[in-house]
Each structure stands twice: as structure tokens, then as C-alpha cells.
């Protein structure tokens, strides 16, 4: 099967770390440009997660956590599943050694969109306490959030003139809101209670 131009497509990066519960990161694109295949959309998505997304959440990461599965998925306005594309087994640990911190504490970081209101929120999981000093975080950590938020931002490039531009998809509109290419981070420690599947920031 093939995404056309304007389909939305969601991506969802799922960790795990003992005595936690499951953590995700979910990701909106919306394909413009020329459609392409299902497996060449999953791929590239996977692919740059892995290359970008992923690459940074390492270096903040602790040992005892791991990225261990990319889904993709073609979403409706409003957001229920259309169908899937495909998924990845995968294995990436974090690279800090020290003692976790509580498991719905993480970093934050928000991108603006089109629409105002609508706002791209990431909660970045599984952090070490060597990360904080004085109940914030250190100038090293904030250097890493500040390039995940530069790969939240940028569009992904699938194959020929098709481009995934990212963004979110507004529940309020029920339409994808492109990112404007702006955003920021916070040094101050955010909490991200988990329950859901797939609902994950």
C-alpha cells in the first residue's frame, strides 16, 4: 500500500527500565511532496529516530533503560488508527551510569505549531540523578535536550520529492498543525504520569 500526500502519520518510540512502567514518544508527520510506500515511510521514520532522536537520548539516558520498539501508523483527524505500517525491534541503551530517578520524572521540551494553542510536548524518559544539581538540570544535559528538540523539529525525507513534515495533530481541529520550525526547552525537571498506550509524549 502506498501513504498518499496529506495523510498523517504517527510514530511511537517505546523505552522500558526496571520498576517502570513502559515510557513513549509519540511523533506526528504528515507526508507532502509525493506518496511512497508504507515500508519506505516506516523506514525512514525508524531510521532517522534512531540516527537522530535516539543517537542524543543515549547520552542522557541511564544503562538500565532501553528503546526497544518504533511503530508507525497511519492516524485520522481524530486520532484513531486507519492502519498500520509497520514496526522495529530495536535496542538502544542509555550510557549513564547512576541511580534512576523517580519514573514519571523528565526532561521537557515544546514546539510551536501553526496553530497557537497547539503545542508539540515531548517528556524525555529514564534520566540519572547525576543529571541534576540544585533541582535543575546540568549545562551537559541541557546541551542534549537542546539538540533533540533541533530533531523534533526537522522534516524527515522518505524517498524522491516526498518529505514528512513534522508537527501535531490539534484534537480540537481534528487537521495537522506543522511545526514552525521554533521552540523550547526548560532546565527544571517535568512529570509525565504513564497509563496509556500510545498516548505517550
Excluded at 104 to 127: C, H, N, V, W
Excluded at 160 to 173: E, F, K, N, Q, W
Amino acid at each position: 500500500m502506498t501513504v498518499q500526500i496529506g495523510d498523517i502519520v504517527r510514530a511511537v518510540v517505546s523505552y522500558s527500565a526496571p520498576n517502570s512502567s513502559v515510557a513513549q514518544s509519540v511523533f506526528y508527520f504528515e507526508l507532502t511532496g509525493g506518496t511512497e510506500s508504507d515500508q519506505n515511510v516506516h523506514d525512514a521514520i525508524s531510521a532517522a529516530l534512531v540516527a537522530n532522536w535516539l543517537a542524543e537520548w543515549d547520552n542522557v539516558g541511564s544503562t538500565l533503560a532501553e528503546a526497544f520498539l518504533i511503530e508507525t501508523d497511519i492516524i485520522n483527524g481524530d486520532g484513531t488508527v486507519d492502519r498500520d505500517l509497520s514496526s522495529d525491534e530495536i535496542s538502544v541503551f542509555g550510557t549513564v551510569v547512576g541511580q534512576l530517578l523517580a519514573s514519571a520524572t523528565s526532561a521537557y521540551l515544546q514546539a510551536d505549531s501553526e496553530r497557537g494553542k497547539s503545542k508539540g510536548k515531548k517528556y524525555i524518559p529514564f534520566l540519572t540523578e547525576v543529571a541534576l544539581a540544585d533541582s535543575k538540570w546540568v549545562a551537559g544535559t541541557m546541551t542534549v535536550i537542546a539538540a533533540m528538540l533541533v530533531d523534533y523539529l526537522n522534516p524527515i525525507a522518505v524517498a524522491g520529492p516526498a518529505i514528512l513534515l513534522p508537527g501535531v495533530l490539534s484534537r480540537v481541529t481534528q487537521t495537522f498543525q506543522q511545526f514552525l520550525g521554533t521552540g523550547y526547552t526548560v532546565d527544571i525537571p517535568a512529570y509525565q504520569r504513564r497509563r496509556k498506550i500510545n498516548v505517550g509524549s
